[in-house]
């Protein structure tokens, strides 16, 4: 079993930054992919970005690329979300997933899912 606990949301002003951060716990997630995805009020959740296992493949959403990057520190069982030029389109609850899948996916069928942290983005 793996649990996931994601940090570093909050409000902010458009344009500003915030890191997020996916703690994992229980069984190593070396292996994983990992994602990060978002949901807001009335919506779907939808895809943000991902990494594979290895970290050396990344895949991000048309509306967050050149803004958003992901990370992953696998000995430290951790992985980032870096948010610069934030907007207020980006204001949503981020989620952090992990899948047995060595590859990424955009898909929201991942194994294991975090609680979530809140992200506002004003005007």
């Known amino acids: 079993q793996v649990q996931l606990v994601e940090s570093g949301g909050g409000l902010v002003q458009a344009g500003a930054s915030l890191r997020l951060s996916c703690a994992a716990s229980?069984?190593?997630?070396?292996?994983?992919?990992m994602g990060w995805f978002r949901q807001a009020p009335g919506k779907e959740r939808e895809f943000v970005a991902g990494?594979?296992?290895?970290?050396?493949?990344?895949s991000y959403s048309d509306s967050v690329k050149g803004r958003f990057t992901i990370s992953r520190e696998n000995a430290k069982k951790t992985v980032h979300l870096q948010m610069n030029s934030l907007k207020p389109e980006d204001t949503a609850v981020y989620y952090c997933?992990?899948?047995?899948?060595?590859?990424?996916?955009?898909?929201?069928?991942?194994?294991?899912w975090g609680q979530g942290t809140q992200v506002t983005v004003s005007s």
């Open positions: 997933a992990a899948d047995r899948t060595f590859e990424v996916h955009t898909t929201p069928d991942y194994d294991y």
């Open positions: 229980g069984r190593a997630i070396t292996t994983y992919s």
């Open positions: 990494i594979n296992w290895s970290g050396g493949f990344t």
